[in-house]
């Protein structure tokens, strides 16, 4: 049976819609992926943005599913993004996604706006569009050379930045070192991700790390997702993460996402999922709650 993009954005656009049933139906259209659900996605941010007490994480969602269409519905996407981006207006974490997403889907039209953001903190202490700017501009410039190298592995989302093909050094070394670029600081990170039966044991070490920012931190706890199963050290890092709020919101999200889906203490995740729904942190809170509602789905 056919799903109809019409009904998930009536789902988003409802106001007794839960947070759960938006996620699931930002995900519905983002999986249909054709020119209607691109329109209705673009349609459902504008009504998100203007609601009381918008959701960072539902926007930043959005963000991401767009980064992940099809390329041939790029020139619908590219001026949206782009418009995301340079709102001062929104939130940090979702200009993030809006820049990360452009970098996927058209870098050439991404080169000014990459180059004015990676010059100039506009965000908070994290700056987290910074960082992104700056991979992204390095995407842009590399991807002739280094396009072969995106999605080999990883199928289900596209990489901010290519995988290394091969490492001299140890990667979480290499990643700690203060002279490896953050663009090269990313590949390997995919390096490891795709070698994580080498590797993964030791990524501990860069969620406990102090000279890491938020932005790379984040995507630590995302490629733990993706790997999917995780030594019980790296359970623990991710569980102090999530409790510690001097942690920054997008690493703590992320960590949540990431341990819901590596653990198999249903009693722990149960646990930690249910204190964190409660938490004061917005994305936080609604990451746990998402999380929640996908383990009750999945069993």
Known sequence: ?????????????????TVDQIYTAIFELRTINNKEAIELLKQGFYHLNKVENKSCLL?????YALGQAD???????????????????????????????LANINQKEALDIFDKYSKKNVNDNLNILQD??????????TINELGHLYGQKYLGTREPAAP???????????????????FNK????????????????????????????????HE??????????APKQIHEALINMIKDENQPAIARHEAIAAFQTVSSNKEITLEILNEYSKSIDQIVR??????????????
């Open 132 to 141: 992104t700017c700056i991979i992204g501009l390095e995407k842009a410039k």
């Open 186 to 217: 990313y590949r390997a990170l995919y390096y490891l991700r795709n070698n994580a039966e080498i590797y993964f044991n030791n990524i501990d070490q860069l969620l406990t790390s102090n000279k890491l920012g938020a932005l790379f931190k």
């Open 220 to 229: 630590i706890c995302f490629v733990i997702g993706q790997v999917g199963v």
């Open 59 to 63: 926007l930043h969602e959005i963000a």
């Open 71 to 101: 390329l041939s519905l790029e020139s619908l996407i590219t001026q949206f993004l782009i418009q995301i981006i340079s709102d001062d207006q929104q939130f940090d974490v979702v200009r993030h996604e809006a820049a990360e997403a």
């Open 286 to 299: 609604e990451t746990a709650i998402v999380s929640l509602k996908m383990m009750e789905f999945y069993g």
């Open 164 to 182: 290394f093909e091969k490492l001299d050094k140890d990667p979480v070394e290499y990643i700690l070192d203060d002279q490896t670029s953050l």
């Open 1 to 17: 049976m056919e799903k109809s993009p019409q009904k998930f954005y009536e789902i988003i656009i409802n106001a007794t819609s």
